[in-house]
């Protein structure tokens, strides 16, 4: 105790505390700082979405400008395409991280998979939507809503592997030598066996992947491009809530800048509870 | 059929033989069907990926073999005399990603030891869980929230004064040099830095918490003070880790289009000035690619989409290789 006491009032402790104090300092601030930037992007969010929502966003179409209207077509629009590029990359990508956690988790395919797979998933939107503007709309030559299905369904894979293998290798493999033991195949085994237990897992992988192409603009801006009107054809240009919002911000039109707000109002929302369902499904798979 | 079954005893009929080699090989073929079916699925990955270089450098080939290496040391951008260089695009994208990083790793690091170092039990997950829905909120968001409030603030507030201040000091004086125009390079790394720094934050958390608590203990123990701890044993512990989730926020960051193309200005050419308006390789494709006329305009376009993906996947492969050497270390 006497030897704290002298040390404590020798100047090497003092600048060692002070610099203690400072740095300890710097990170609450540096904690403020960022949850400042959540709070003032969210703040001014609510304030300017929630004043121009109305039933009439979700009824009418995207007006031309000083008219007044909704954002139905695009809403529906991006409904449309998120479905059917979950629809895509769901299974493959489920198929794919099965093999990764089931059949080749140690071998050679696996580990460039998994590298790529990780590429992938951080890989730049914009160059997503280049490489379905070569493969599908240079060659089909015009824009349409599959392709922008396509573009989204890109972006689903890589998440949906990723989430998937790593669920499948949390289950135990007492659970798997069990069902081996009794006689079940292995693809009886993954399906009736590892998936039950890694389903919550599962779907919050998909969650997730939603979540990630909802708010996507980049590959679909030259892809399924934009539509003023209603369309029931993805075989022509097809809107979509991000690309209305883009179109609609850099416009000069006031009542078109309002409603992009109340589009990012209605992304934000959508992706918000996407990922605290995911979160709130994931919680509890890991606590059972 | 009863009789044989009698005679035989427990024996299986031949009948009954055959019905299950039926049944056999019926599982058999399903397995190996399944087991391919995934093996093609796993190898798509690798299909999307070459699909994706193959098409940026068939669409790229025509400006490439038009302006050759010149195409990265050009800076003149004109659709009109279809003359196009890259250099502009890619000094933006790397300037803007750099004050990014400046200004996002101390904040993220900083962040991510208070939540394993400082912050009271209670209060870790409700504010790790608010930094990682910072992530959650797509760009556009960040992109028009910028645009619309952001950009005005620092041409009103924080603009004048730095030119002001910096005005009349050697070398700061150009860099900040021109009008307050609010959307320029500076607004739009500020923004990314925004958007990265959940990036960081959560990463540089997740290696920080898998620091042995041995270590940490014996330091303290020695009466190292939290920062001595987190200087000399927790960082020096996880820089591979730290090092990796930097350059994954990085490669974020590079490749960021939404956020960007609403406050960069899209102006192609470089400037001492960081208020300058500038453009990055995301924001030009985002915003000339459907207006492109011609051939060469649209494959230049292209190309600088190849040389994004070109510098994205280097950074991106050395943060996973980063982050894998951290897991070897870690034995998971």
Redesign the interface.
Known sequence: MAIMISGASSPLYAS??R??GI??T??????G???T??A??LG??FW?GFSGLSLRVFTEMTPPPGAAGGLLNPIIGSLVMTFIAVLIGT???V??G???A???RHDK??T??R??????L???????G??V???MV?QMGHFSGWAGSVALA?IV??VV?RTTEDMLTLVPDTLREAAASIGL????M?AKVAYRAARAGMITGVLLAI?RI?????PL??TA?NNQFWTNDMNAPVSSL?VV??QF??SPYKDW?EL??TG?LI??LA??AL?ITA?FLGGQSKKS | MVDVAFQSGSAVSVAEQVDRAKVLQKLRLGDAAFRHLTRAAAVTVLVILSGIIFSLVYGAWPALQKFGFNFLIEESWNPVTEHFGAIAPIYGTIVTSLIAMLIAVPVGLFIALFLTELCPLWLRRPVGIAIELLAGIPSIIYGIWGLFVFAPFLQQHVQPFLIAAFGNVPVLSTLFEGPPYGIGILTAGLILAIMVLPFITSISRDVFEAVPPVLKEAAYGLGCTTWEVARYVVLPFTRVGVIGGVMLALGRALGETMAVTFVIGNAHRISGSILAPGTTISATIANEFTEAVGDLYTSSLIALGLILFVITFIVLAFARLMLMRLNARLGT
């Not at chain 1, 951080?122 to 997503?128: D, E, L, M, N, T």
């Open positions: 060692r505390r610099k203690n740095t300890m710097l990170a609450y601030l540096a904690t700082f960022g949850l930037w959540l003032l992007i001014v969010l300017e299974p493959l990508g198929l794919a099965t093999y990764l089931e059949y080749g395919l696996s460039v998979v590298f790529i797979n990780d590429i992938l951080s890989a730049p939107s914009i160059v997503v280049l490489f503007y070569e493969i240079a890109v894979v890589p592997v195949p292995r693809s009886l993954i979540a909802s708010g996507e603009t980049a801006l030259f491009l991000p919002i883009f911000a850099l800048q992009a707000w990012a992304i934000t992706v918000l990922s979160r």
